[in-house]
C-alpha cells in the first residue's frame, strides 16, 4: 500500500525538504519505503524516509544501505528539529528586541516632551526677565509657575536657576548686560555694577 498524501507531507515537512542522503533541498522529493513494500515494509512514517530522484534510484533499493538510510534520515530529523528550536529562539529574541526598541522609543518621545516643554518655560523666563527689573523677578516667576530658582521640567526634574544675576553695567568699559561669576565683566572681567 503506498503512502498517504498526508504521511508524504509530513515526512517531508519535517526533513525541511531536504534528501536524507545528500542533504540537498529538492523540488521533487520522494517519500522511501525503507523496507519495501514487496517484503511486507509497512507504509508508516518510520519506514519513511526522504529521498530525492537520483539518491533513490542510487541507494533506494540496496538491501545492504537501509540502516545507514535510517541513521541519516534520524539524524537529519534532528538537525531539522534543532533548526526548529533555533528559529523559535531567534524569534523569541526578535520580540524581546522590537518590545525594547518600542519602550525606547516611547521613553525617546517622553523626553523630547520634557525638553520642549523646558525650552519653552525657558523661553518664557528669559524674555520676561529680560524686560523685568531684578526687583519684580519673584512676581515674574510666580507669574509663569515656577519657584524663584527653579523651574520644573513636569517629570520632578528642577532646573537651578539660583545663580543668574540682574543686567549690569560695567563701570570699566561700559558693556551693559549679564555679569559672569562673581560679578565678573564678560568683555574685561572688570568688576560689574
Same mark, same amino acid.
Given at each position: 500500500?503506498?503512502?498517504?498524501?498526508?504521511?508524504? *507531507?509530513?515526512?517531508?515537512? $519535517?526533513?525541511?525538504? $531536504?534528501?536524507? *542522503?545528500?542533504?540537498?533541498?529538492?523540488?521533487?522529493?520522494?517519500?522511501?519505503?525503507?523496507?519495501?513494500?514487496?517484503?511486507?515494509?509497512?507504509?508508516?512514517?518510520?519506514?519513511?524516509?526522504?529521498?530525492?530522484? @537520483?539518491?533513490?534510484?542510487?541507494?533506494?533499493?540496496?538491501?545492504?544501505?537501509?540502516?545507514?538510510?535510517?541513521?541519516?534520515?534520524?539524524?537529519?530529523?534532528?538537525?531539522?528539529?534543532?533548526?526548529?528550536?533555533?528559529?523559535?529562539?531567534?524569534?523569541?529574541?526578535?520580540?524581546?528586541?522590537?518590545?525594547?526598541?518600542?519602550?525606547?522609543?516611547?521613553?525617546?518621545?517622553?523626553?523630547?516632551?520634557?525638553?520642549?516643554?523646558?525650552?519653552? $518655560?525657558?523661553?518664557?523666563?528669559?524674555?520676561?526677565?529680560?524686560?523685568?527689573?531684578?526687583?519684580?523677578?519673584?512676581?515674574?516667576?510666580?507669574?509663569?509657575?515656577?519657584?524663584?530658582?527653579?523651574?520644573?521640567?513636569?517629570?520632578?526634574? !528642577?532646573?537651578?536657576?539660583? @545663580?543668574?544675576?540682574?543686567?549690569?553695567?560695567?563701570?570699566?568699559?561700559?558693556?551693559?548686560?549679564?555679569?559672569?561669576?562673581?560679578?565678573?565683566?564678560?568683555?574685561?572681567?572688570?568688576? !560689574?555694577?
Amino acid at each position: 500500500m503506498p503512502f498517504t498524501e498526508k504521511l508524504k *507531507w509530513e515526512v517531508k515537512r $519535517k526533513a525541511h525538504f $531536504k534528501c536524507c *542522503w545528500c542533504r540537498e533541498i529538492r523540488h521533487s522529493l520522494d517519500v522511501h519505503h525503507i523496507v519495501p513494500e514487496s517484503e511486507n515494509g509497512p507504509s508508516t512514517f518510520e519506514n519513511a524516509a526522504p529521498l530525492c530522484k @537520483n539518491c533513490h534510484d542510487i541507494v533506494g533499493h540496496n538491501p545492504k544501505k537501509r540502516k545507514e538510510i535510517v541513521e541519516r534520515r534520524n539524524f537529519l530529523y534532528e538537525q531539522c528539529e534543532k533548526s526548529n528550536e533555533d528559529t523559535k529562539k531567534l524569534e523569541e529574541i526578535h520580540c524581546i528586541v522590537t518590545d525594547m526598541k518600542k519602550d525606547n522609543d516611547d521613553k525617546m518621545r517622553e523626553v523630547k516632551s520634557i525638553m520642549s516643554g523646558l525650552v519653552k $518655560k525657558t523661553e518664557c523666563l528669559f524674555s520676561k526677565l529680560e524686560t523685568t527689573p531684578s526687583s519684580q523677578w519673584s512676581d515674574t516667576l510666580s507669574q509663569i509657575g515656577t519657584t524663584t530658582s527653579t523651574i520644573s521640567t513636569g517629570s520632578g526634574a !528642577m532646573i537651578d536657576f539660583g @545663580n543668574i544675576h540682574s543686567q549690569s553695567r560695567c563701570g570699566h568699559c561700559g558693556y551693559s548686560g549679564f555679569p559672569m561669576s562673581g560679578g565678573k565683566c564678560p568683555a574685561c572681567g572688570g568688576q !560689574m555694577e
